[in-house]
């Protein structure tokens, strides 16, 4: 039979289940109000980090007037000065047609102007018409990450400047006479180089999407776009989602570059006369 005093206990335990110590202990917390003090201190630092956030508000409100002006300014000069570097190649292309002119003028009874032409399509300065193939290249959209959706600074399938030295050099090795990039005529002496995450194709800018003409043989088409270079940009195209294609294209036109400037020159004598009449040396 159960015990006297294990029924007391059990009986105590239901009747006051928290320990006597413990309730003693929130008692006095309940009790002792928080000190005056502290409540001034929270104040006081919920205040100051207002009046600051507010501050720091204002002054970004006041500058953002001033800092979207000078990007205004920025964008317009170099829109000008883009528009400026056209007027003047549109203005040496017309002047150098004129002297193409005259020099075909003058030297019309004889067989230089032809040659000289040839000379010119051959170097890449003067116009040149026919068939050939057009590659067109694009970069690559930007990735997105699934979980965060921020696109991802990270962009393998950009073109860069070897991408189109390749696909020229490619060209050339399938028979193309004449290649422009994006409209540039490449040269012997000409450059495809990339200067701050812009690619230059004789120091004028070019961007996506990228189009390489090129005026060659009726098999120029065909013949690159069995190439290596060509199978290595398809590859591009499955991994990094490139855009590539090649085409061929019939009566193309490749405008001439400019001239090089000349860096050696002598000047070709030319014969005096001598108080008798006769040539001197």
Known sequence: MTSPRRDDLLGELFRNPLDPGYAAAAARRGDAPPPRSGRWLTAAAMLAIGFLLAVAYHQVVQAA??????????????????????????????????????????????????????????????????????????????????????????????????????????????????????????????????????????????????????????DLAGTFGDSATAKRFKRYVEEYRMQFSVKKRANLTLAGAAEPPLKYASPVPVPSSSPSGGPTR
């Open 65 to 218: 007037p001033g800092t979207t002006k000078a990007r205004d300014d920025l964008v317009a000069d170099v829109r000008a000065r883009q528009q400026a570097a056209d007027d003047l190649q549109r203005r040496a292309a017309e002047l150098r047609a004129q002297v193409d002119q005259a020099r075909d003028d003058a030297l019309a009874d004889s067989d230089s102007a032809a040659r000289l032409r040839d000379l010119a399509a051959g170097t890449g300065t003067g116009k040149v018409t026919g068939d050939g193939v057009a590659v067109r290249i694009v970069d690559a959209p930007a990735q997105v990450d699934p979980v965060t959706g921020r696109t991802q600074a990270e962009n393998l399938g950009l073109v860069l400047d070897r991408d189109l030295q390749d696909i020229a050099n490619g060209l050339w090795e399938a028979g193309a006479e004449a290649v422009a990039v994006n409209g540039q005529r490449l040269t012997a002496t000409g450059t495809i180089r990339a200067a701050g995450g812009v690619i230059l194709v004789d120091f004028r800018p070019v961007t996506s999407p990228y189009e390489v003409t090129a005026i060659g043989p009726p």
